[in-house]
């Protein structure tokens, strides 16, 4: 088929992916001897949708598969989602309120077969739109559905291999079930992790409240921005070095408000710059007041207080509790909601928590609480001050609302004897962090691991394989019957109640390294693909993903779950900021590949906004930044994009300029190849060995380039550098091979012998074939259309370019040539120079003058027939001197260059004075900043020494042109 006369992105990606896919291109193999190359795609959510952060991760990930695939190896692209608990379940609630339902309605069991019934319709979107990038992922590796979306982490295999590692852990004393404070989300009525938690800069108040010591001496004034959580004080705390209070430390004061007193205690958390050097401590509450209350436990000095000083306000809807119903005992409640034993989330207070909490609070939500107590504490004539104060609000990433450090019993694992574990891999090298400096993020981490709270109270998830028997009895099991066995041997043979909660997603997210390749079978896959080659992530991950994978896979398997780890860059706008929807900032990559209209764009990023002001400010955005809409780039360009902006920066600013230029390597990449074919589909492109094949020095010279750049890609990928791979693919194929080694072909074509033209054409062929699957890895699409039409001329027969060997450099260096690249060196730089002189002497294009040329003579005839073909002159004469003329002159070492041409004096002449004093109007603003103390101590080092380039530039054109003014000089 016919290459078309330009480069259509849609068609072709269309029609390649679906026969790689189905051809099996993407899948692993069995029973091969080949080296493994593995990596696991972080699991995506199933609600999710493809983003730019995405887009760019799959992107490396899909090359470096590509990259491995063609280098022989046996790739294995593990694919998979992840069932996202809370995502999920918000997701189906949602649409079971709209029909007016809520989940209770349905009951658990109904619930989630609503969901599973979700998921089948719609869990796979992402997986789609991956596919539109080019992912080459095994997406029927362990598909339990059938739906070639890989593994589900709630399939049957994984929730099995889930449920196995909860088991072992309880039985190791690994995982323990106990009361510690958790960030809590009101709405949603379960514990959150910190990564679903949001912390961002709002207005908010500090309150200064002044407490009455209990003698009745004086007073102390403390500082707050939250006074709601007064009602649970258990003291007030200053810095023993702070000399203004040391006399108060072991007095206590009167909590206003509430009958009752508390200590004054000492601790360096307290900084006596902050507010009055006085805070109060309410450990149900803070977590910060939760480790101080921790440290002082042991002292006796909370005794006096209701539970010991952990005492808990808020019931878990976040209102201020009212009665005795609401403090159940949180291990278990042997009082029975409808006969069934209920398992309690609250924690115990006592009785007395009914009564130290004033009864015109009790019920109230916790900011209307706040209002009151603000309100009284000003009626009292204890509310010193209330002061406007910027603060970091945590706000629940799923629900939008404030968090609550909440007190209840929860599981958790514990995290010392793994963190050490975790700690040693790393030291030893057994896993590598690309760039190297995020060991010190990882380490710093598990040095200061707390207890991993891994239960969330949800009906969608891994239920938590644990039984309750009526007197509190616990008793975790692989299956319900494995549990009745263990009750029977206690002699209970009653009724045993399923623990309700669920486990953390990231829970059965540490445990895919080795859970999607069979574990706990011992597997084929799980010898051969267990390392993994390298896991691609984001840096925010590190903590919740990255380390818990490293110990969860060394304590079940003993080996590390990869041995690299490459922290890509968060994606930001153009301007270097986050990406939001309520900033309008935020970007399709489909949007890219396909193109939106302005009109469609502004709707979808408007829908379902309910402030008016974000919405004027979005469209407002958007009509500033993309007034037509955005143009279709296709996947190739996208992807080129990534790859270019991959450095080891922690950000990368993505800018649609970028996608503009990369699509027009596209096009230069095609148009490339459209010429190659036309001057050689059809002709003898060296094929036969018989026939004879000339080389000129610009043949070998493109050859040694071509060498000269596998080496650098290689390079690049091996030390995850893809921004230099890409770099180095774009100016070999732009500027060597299109702006150089094409034009100059195009000489050897229409003036050499037919060896010579042989020679040209198998070059030509070669060299771009090598260059298609060189590139393949990072734009596969436009590759493999143009390779299927290279190939064949260049003598290689294959299915796809993807199944082809990947261009290696001549480790013998034998095809460097460094005499050729000298000579291609002098040709271009003669080339240069005299396209700058036709450019200074405003030659129209038909002009063909002579070019006198002053250097050794045998190769100024050697490279006449191509500055001829390149730079549009009728001749080359070489001269030992050049004539006493007007026509400017180029040198560059040995050779000097002159156009043979008429120059219309008075013009130049004006042209050149005009020049002259541009030059130095730039050369005055350069010596005044550079005169000036406060430029050159301040600016940075490379600022000052750019400017001190730029005026040495400057200074060396005033001379040039001020020599040529010389010449028109009456």
């Known amino acids: ?62 090359a470096l598969i590509r990259y491995h695939r063609m280098r022989g190896f046996n790739t294995n692209w593990v694919i998979g989602t992840d069932h996202a608990g809370i995502a999920t379940q918000i997701v189906v609630e949602r649409q079971l309120e709209a029909e007016g339902k809520t989940r209770h309605d349905l009951g658990r069991e109904a619930f989630v077969k609503r969901v599973w019934e979700w998921k089948q319709q719609s869990g796979s979107t992402i997986t789609r739109q991956m596919r539109r990038l080019g992912a080459s992922g095994n997406w029927g590796y362990a598909d339990t559905e059938g739906q070639k979306a890989g593994y589900f982490t709630m399939d049957a295999r994984m929730s099995r291999a889930v449920i196995e590692v909860f088991v072992r852990l309880h039985e190791q004393g690994l995982i323990y079930r106990g009361k510690r404070l958790v960030n809590w989300d009101p709405v949603l009525g379960t514990a959150v992790s ?29 500082a707050t921005t939250r006074p709601e959580t007064m009602l649970g004080d258990a003291a007030v705390a200053v810095n023993p070095k702070d000399e203004r209070y040391t006399a108060l430390i072991g007095k206590r004061v009167t909590l206003p408000l509430a009958d009752r007193s508390i200590p004054v205690i000492a601790d360096d958390y307290v900084d006596p710059e902050f507010g009055t050097g006085c805070v109060k401590i309410t450990p149900a509450h803070d977590f910060n007041d939760y480790k101080v209350w921790q440290r002082h436990e ?31 005992d949180p291990t278990f409640q042997a009082a029975s909601r409808d006969g069934v034993p209920h398992l309690s989330r609250e924690p115990v207070v006592g009785v007395a928590t009914v009564s130290i909490l004033p009864k015109q609070y009790q019920g109230l939500d916790r900011f209307e609480a706040r209002k009151r107590i603000v309100t009284d504490l000003q009626a009292q004539g204890f509310l010193v001050s209330e002061k406007p104060y910027k603060l970091k609000v945590p706000r629940s990433g799923r629900s939008g609302v404030i968090v609550e450090p909440m007190l209840t019993d929860q599981w958790f694992v514990r995290m010392d004897g793994l963190a050490k574990s975790g700690l040693e891999i790393v030291r030893k090298g057994e896993v590598k962090f690309f760039p190297e400096h995020w060991t010190t993020t990882y380490n710093q981490w598990l040095e200061n691991i707390q207890d991993w709270c891994i239960s969330r109270q949800l009906w969608w998830g891994h239920q938590i394989p644990a039984w309750y028997d009526d007197g509190g009895g616990l008793y975790v099991a692989r299956t319900e019957e494995e549990a009745r066995k263990q009750a029977v041997a206690k002699g209970y043979r009653g009724p045993l109640k399923r623990d309700d909660d669920v486990l953390d997603t990231w829970f059965s997210s540490a445990l895919v390294p080795f859970t999607s390749l069979g574990w706990p079978e011992d597997t084929p896959d799980l010898k051969r693909f267990l390392p993994s080659s390298v896991l691609v992530t984001g840096f925010d991950i590190i903590f919740f993903w990255v380390a818990r994978m490293i110990m969860m896979t060394q304590h079940f398997t003993g080996k590390v779950p990869f041995h690299h780890v490459y922290i890509n860059a968060l994606v930001r706008d153009a301007e270097g900021e986050k990406m939001s929807k309520s900033k309008g900032n935020t970007l399709d990559p489909l949007d890219l590949i396909d193109g939106i209209s302005l009109e469609a764009l502004l709707e979808k990023s408007t829908v379902g906004l309910l402030r008016g002001e974000h919405k004027a400010k979005i469209e407002k955005y958007i009509r500033t930044h993309y007034p037509s809409g955005i143009p279709s780039f296709g996947a190739d360009a996208l992807r080129f994009t990534f790859a270019s902006l991959a450095t080891f920066a922690r950000t990368l600013n993505f800018d649609l300029s970028r996608c503009e230029g990369y699509r027009n390597f596209c096009n230069k990449l095609w148009n490339a190849a459209r010429f190659v074919l036309m001057n050689a589909e059809g002709k003898d492109c060296g094929l036969d060995d018989s026939k004879p094949v000339a080389l000129s020095f610009i043949d070998r010279w493109i050859v040694s380039e071509l060498q000269r750049v596998e080496a650098e890609v290689a390079k690049g990928f091996d030390e995850y550098r893809f921004d230099n791979a890409s770099s180095a693919m774009y100016r070999f194929a732009w500027d060597e091979y299109c702006d150089w080694y094409l034009e100059l072909a195009k000489v050897q074509l229409q003036s050499g012998d037919e060896a010579q033209q042989r020679g ?13 699957r060189l590139a393949h890895p990072i734009i596969p699409f436009i590759t493999e259309e143009l390779w299927q039409k290279i190939a064949p001329l260049a003598g290689k027969i294959g299915e796809s370019v993807m199944l082809t060997p990947y261009p290696q450099p001549d480790r013998k260096k034998a095809l460097l040539n460094a005499e050729d690249s000298n000579s291609m060196s002098l040709l271009k730089s003669l080339v240069t120079l005299t396209r700058n002189l036709r450019s200074e002497s405003q030659l129209q294009p038909q002009a063909r003058p002579s070019l006198l040329v002053v250097g050794n003579p045998d190769d100024i005839a050697d490279l006449a027939p191509y500055i001829i073909g390149l730079a549009k002159v009728s001749q080359v004469i070489a001269t030992p001197q050049l004539p006493n003329s007007t026509s400017p002159v180029a040198a560059s070492g040995a050779y000097r260059l002159m156009l043979q041409i008429e120059v219309d004096v008075t013009a130049e002449r004006a042209r050149l004075q005009k020049e002259i004093s541009r030059v130095e109007g730039e050369i005055a603003k350069a010596n005044a900043k550079l005169s000036n103390p406060n430029f050159v101590e301040r600016a940075p080092t490379a600022v000052v020494a750019q400017e001190k380039e730029r005026l040495a530039t400057f200074r060396a054109t005033l001379d040039q042109l001020k020599f040529q003014l010389d010449k028109f000089r009456p």
Not at 37 to 57: D, E, K, R, S
Not at 299 to 307: A, E, K, M, N, R
Not at 320 to 325: I, Y
Not at 760 to 772: D, H, I
Request: hydrophobic residues 35%; proline residues 6%; glycine residues 6%.
């Open 1 to 62: 088929m016919e290459l078309a006369k330009s480069f259509d992105p849609h068609e072709v990606e269309r029609r390649w992916y679906s026969l790689w896919e189905s051809r099996g291109y993407f899948a692993h193999s069995a029973n091969s001897e080949k080296p493994p190359y593995c990596i696991q795609l972080p699991p995506p959510n199933v609600t999710g949708t493809l983003h730019m952060g995405h887009a760019f991760q799959q992107t490396l990930m899909d």
């Open 194 to 222: 910190d990564l679903e938690v949001d912390s961002e800069e709002e207005d908010g108040k500090i309150w200064e409240i002044r407490y009455p010591l209990e003698d009745g001496s004086s007073s102390v004034v403390v």
């Open 298 to 328: 042991n002292t006796g000095i909370f005794l006096g207080l209701p539970s010991n000083g952990l005492i808990s306000i808020f019931k878990l809807n976040g209102h201020v509790k009212s009665k005795q119903l609401d403090d159940f």
């Open 760 to 772: 040209t054409r198998r070059t030509l062929v070669r060299v771009l074939e090598a260059l298609l």
